[in-house]
């Protein structure tokens, strides 16, 4: 199973941030998926989730702000989030969980430049 997440890398303040994550060894439908971070200093922080229903939640720093997406044919989900701050900087993770069973993508740098 393999978790490839892209999209990170340098954003400026106030910019839009999109990360997609592409997934091969499963099949995609039968997860709930996730979007988490892990800030400086901090730990590992759920910033959305879409389960198989499709039905997304959002961490109260992300609510209004960030979009979660999946495609389930095409193995992929996708993280949109604007207004970008100091604040966003961290390793962006994805995850696909089933019961007890959970697959993390190795991590993607961001880095929100002010």
């Known amino acids: 199973v393999q978790l490839q997440a892209s999209g990170g890398g340098l954003v400026q303040a106030g910019g839009t941030l999109i990360l997609s994550c592409r997934v091969s060894?499963?099949?995609?439908?039968?997860?709930?998926m996730g979007w988490y971070r892990q800030t400086p200093g901090n730990q590992r922080e759920m910033v959305a989730t879409?389960?198989?229903?499709?039905?997304?939640k959002y961490s109260d720093f992300a609510q209004g702000r960030a979009a979660i997406t999946r495609d389930n044919p095409a193995n992929t989900m996708v993280l949109r989030m604007v207004g970008l701050s100091s604040e966003d900087t961290g390793v962006y993770y994805c995850?696909?969980?089933?019961?007890?069973?959970?697959?993390w993508g190795q991590g993607t740098q961001v880095t929100v430049s002010s």
């Open positions: 060894g499963i099949s995609l439908s039968q997860y709930n």
């Open positions: 879409i389960n198989r229903g499709y039905d997304p």
């Open positions: 995850n696909a969980q089933l019961r007890q069973t959970n697959y």
